[in-house]
């Protein structure tokens, strides 16, 4: 509860994964819901937690948020094309 959980939802909210209206500070089911999403699409451990990891991405800068999605889909390539030589 409190302004670090609001910090939280306005950045899920900017994002595209905090749905409710408006940021409340406080730490319900859509918070964490929102939380759980986001951590699904940056390929996080889903915990609905703000453990290390997980605040490590959120506290990236814009530029450095694009160089871990970039690397991400680098990485994710490489695993599509291992996978297409174990068939």
Do not use: C, W
């Amino acid at each position: 509860r409190g302004a670090e959980v609001k910090a939280l939802q306005d950045y899920l909210k900017a994002e595209g994964f905090f749905t409710y209206p408006v940021s409340t500070g406080y730490f319900g089911p859509i918070t964490l819901q929102a939380l759980k999403n986001y951590q699904k699409a940056m390929f996080l451990k889903v915990t609905g937690m703000t453990d290390l990891t997980t605040r490590n991405i959120l506290n990236l800068s814009a530029a450095d948020h694009q160089k871990y999605l970039g690397l991400l889909i680098e990485y994710l390539k490489l695993q599509i094309e291992i996978a297409k030589l174990s068939i």
